[in-house]
């Protein structure tokens, strides 16, 4: 389904930027999208990926700011300074992962979301 919005979409700015019909023609084009987006079902759409956006906004930053945390807690831990780098890029090292693994969870409920959405 992204694919066919995304062909509709791109075939609509093609027609509207190559359009020889001049304004008239554009402001109709304009209006007709406006109606479209203002159309019950798209708006529960828009309503739902702006729920879902904000609250899988929050979730990678928590997951940063605890890897920084992490680190910084690392290298308090060593006594010499080769000690304290090693400590700080292994935990360096898992909170990447951490950040790769919330990142990758959230694109996961987004796909979900979207097929649910098209079904």
Avoid: C, H, T
């Amino acid at each position: 389904m992204k694919g066919k919005i995304g062909i509709a979409v791109g075939l609509a700015a093609g027609y509207v930027l190559g359009a020889r019909a001049g304004r008239q023609r554009y402001e109709q084009i304009k209006q007709k999208a406006q109606q479209v987006w203002e159309l019950d079902p798209v708006q529960k759409q828009v309503d739902k990926v702006a729920e879902f956006g904000k609250s899988a906004a929050l979730a990678v930053p928590s997951v940063v700011w605890d890897g920084a945390k992490r680190v910084v807690k690392a290298i308090n831990k060593g006594d010499s300074a080769g000690e304290k780098i090693d400590n700080a890029a292994a935990e360096g090292k898992k909170a990447a992962d951490d950040v790769r693994k919330a990142a990758e969870r959230d694109a996961r409920k987004v796909a979900d979301a979207s097929a649910a959405a098209d079904s």
